[in-house]
C-alpha cells in the first residue's frame, strides 16, 4: 500500500476550509466520515492527506504535520500503520522477480490498473478498522476516488461508516459524488471543495509553467489547477491543440468521420472526451441550442460507457459521435 507524499500546507485556496477542518478537530467536533467532493484537480486529494497527516503527527506544529516526527516519516513513507489508502491501484505490485541465478529478471508483465475500487479493498479496511491504533490513537482511511467504489464494495462499507469506531476518521474523496450509493453518501458529512477562480488558478500556476500554456490547460480542465498542472507535465496541452484541429476540420468536412475517428482513437477515450464536453459546454455557453445540449449528453452517455468495464470500442464510438457532430456543427 503506498501513500502519496505528505503535504505541507494547504493550497491557497483552500485555507478558509483548512481552519475549518483544524478548529472542529481542535475541539473534538471532526466527523468520523467525511466526503469531500468537487471537480477533479482542484486538491480533495492533497486536503485530505494534508488532514490525515496532521491527525498522525507527533508534534503538529499550527495545525499542520511537523513533517519530521517518526509518525510523519512513516507517513511519507507509505508505511504508517495507522494509515489505510483505497484506490483502484490498491493491492497492484511490481511484477515478481526471479533471482535464482543471480541476476534479477521480471517473469511476467505487472497488472493493468483496475477501473474500480473492490471488494477485496474494502475487506481490507475493515480489518484496519477493528484494530487498535498502533500509535497516537486515531486512524485514518482515505478512499479516492471514491465513485469507483463498486456495488460490492460499497456496500460492505456502510457499516464502517455508520459504527466507526474510536479514532477512527474515514476520509472520501469523490470527483462524481452523484455515483455514489445515496446510503452512503448518508452517512458522511459533505464538504464541497470549491474552484478556485481563473486569477488564483494562474497566480498559482505561473510558479510551475508558463502562463501560455496554463492558460490552454486551464481551458480543457474545467478550471482546476493540478489537473491543468498534471495535463501540462504530460504535454497534453499539446495533444488537447491536435484533438481540436480534428474535430473543427471533421465539422468543416476537411476530412471524414472515418479519418477523425481512427485519429481519436489513438489516445485515451475517456480523456477525449472529457475535452469535447469542455468544448461543447463553452460553446452552449455562448449560443445556447436544443442541438448542442443533446449533443452533450450524447457525450456524457459515451463518457459512461468509456468509464465502464465493458471496454467500448473506442473508434465505433467516435464515429457515431462524429457524425452526429457534423450535423450540430452544419
Not at 97 to 106: I, L, Q, T
Not at 159 to 178: M, Y
Not at 310 to 326: G, H, K, Q
Amino acid at each position: 500500500m503506498t501513500s502519496p507524499a505528505i503535504p505541507m500546507a494547504p493550497l491557497p485556496w483552500q485555507q478558509t476550509q483548512w481552519e475549518s477542518l483544524s478548529e472542529r478537530n481542535f475541539h473534538g467536533r471532526l466527523p468520523h466520515a467525511l466526503l469531500l467532493h468537487g471537480t477533479a484537480g482542484v486538491g480533495k486529494g492533497h486536503l485530505a492527506r494534508l488532514l490525515a497527516s496532521a491527525l498522525l503527527c507527533e508534534s503538529p506544529a499550527n495545525t499542520l504535520a511537523c513533517g519530521r516526527c517518526h509518525a510523519c516519516q512513516m507517513f511519507a513513507a507509505g508505511s504508517h500503520p495507522d494509515f489505510f489508502f483505497a484506490s483502484t491501484a490498491y493491492g497492484m505490485h511490481d511484477s515478481p522477480e526471479d533471482e535464482s541465478d543471480g541476476k534479477v529478471r521480471k517473469t511476467k508483465k505487472p497488472a493493468a490498473p483496475s477501473k474500480q475500487i473492490k471488494i477485496d479493498c474494502i475487506r481490507d479496511l475493515i480489518n484496519f478498522s477493528v484494530h487498535s491504533a498502533h500509535q497516537s490513537g486515531k486512524r485514518v482511511a482515505i478512499i479516492e476516488p471514491a465513485e469507483l467504489l463498486n456495488h460490492n464494495a460499497a456496500n460492505a462499507l456502510l457499516k464502517t461508516l455508520e459504527e466507526p469506531g474510536e479514532g477512527l476518521f474515514i476520509i472520501l474523496v469523490s470527483h462524481q459524488p452523484s455515483r455514489l450509493l445515496p446510503t452512503l453518501r448518508s452517512r458522511c458529512q459533505a464538504l464541497l471543495c470549491q474552484t478556485p477562480d481563473h486569477a488564483q488558478s494562474i497566480e498559482w500556476l505561473r510558479h510551475h509553467i508558463s502562463p501560455e500554456r496554463a492558460e490552454t490547460a486551464l481551458a480543457f480542465s474545467h478550471s482546476a489547477p493540478l489537473k491543468a498542472l498534471a495535463a501540462v507535465h504530460a504535454e497534453h496541452d499539446l495533444l488537447y491543440r491536435e484533438v481540436m484541429l480534428t474535430l473543427e476540420a471533421c465539422s468543416q468536412r476537411e476530412v471524414t468521420y472515418l479519418f477523425a475517428a481512427e485519429s481519436l482513437a489513438k489516445h485515451d477515450a475517456i480523456m477525449v472526451l472529457e475535452w469535447w464536453l469542455a468544448l461543447v459546454h463553452r460553446q452552449s455557453c455562448a449560443n445556447p441550442s436544443a442541438d448542442m445540449l443533446g449533443f452533450s449528453d450524447r457525450l456524457m452517455d459515451a463518457r459512461r460507457k468509456a468509464q465502464g468495464t465493458a471496454n467500448p470500442n473506442a473508434r465505433m464510438l467516435f464515429e457515431t459521435l462524429l457524425i452526429n457532430w457534423i450535423n450540430v456543427k452544419n
